[in-house]
Nanobody, 126 residues
Framework: QVQLVESGGGSVQAGGSLRLSCPAY????????MGWFRQAPGKEREGVAA???????TYADSVKGRFTISQDNAKTTLYLQMNSLKPKDTAMYYC????????????????????WGQGTQVIVSS
């Protein structure tokens, strides 16, 4: 089973950018449906972006136009490019995966994913 380890988090001022990475150690993501989730202090974990095995992507309304989910050509690393960051984007960000295609309309729901990383912290200051 693939293991997920996120990196790339940090502190940035509002308007700045960060790129999160989630490499597939010893595996490729070619058979996995992948997602990025985040959890802010005192709030529930929420879906941010997802990508399927064919490269189809979906985004939460709150990040559309600012965040981009992608994979490298070899499908060994998942990325989340975050631009125009806002203080409300401050959260722990998690990479998630599943070999089972999420049900329609459920791509950004936690229950659809069964493999999780430990998270990487993103702090956006005003």
């Amino acid at each position: 089973q693939v293991q997920l380890v996120e990196s790339g988090g940090g502190s940035v001022q509002a308007g700045g950018s960060l790129r999160l990475s989630c490499p597939a150690y010893g595996y490729t993501y070619s058979s996995y449906y992948m997602g990025w989730f985040r959890q802010a202090p005192g709030k529930e974990r929420e879906g941010v972006a997802a990508i399927d095995i064919n490269g189809y992507t979906t985004y939460a309304d709150s990040v559309k136009g600012r965040f981009t989910i992608s994979q490298d050509n070899a499908k060994t690393t998942l990325y989340l490019q975050m631009n125009s960051l806002k203080p409300k984007d401050t959260a722990m960000y998690y990479c998630a995966a599943t070999v089972y295609p999420p049900s329609p309309g459920r791509w950004l729901l936690l229950d659809e994913y069964n493999i999780w990383g430990q998270g990487t912290q993103v702090i956006v200051s005003s």
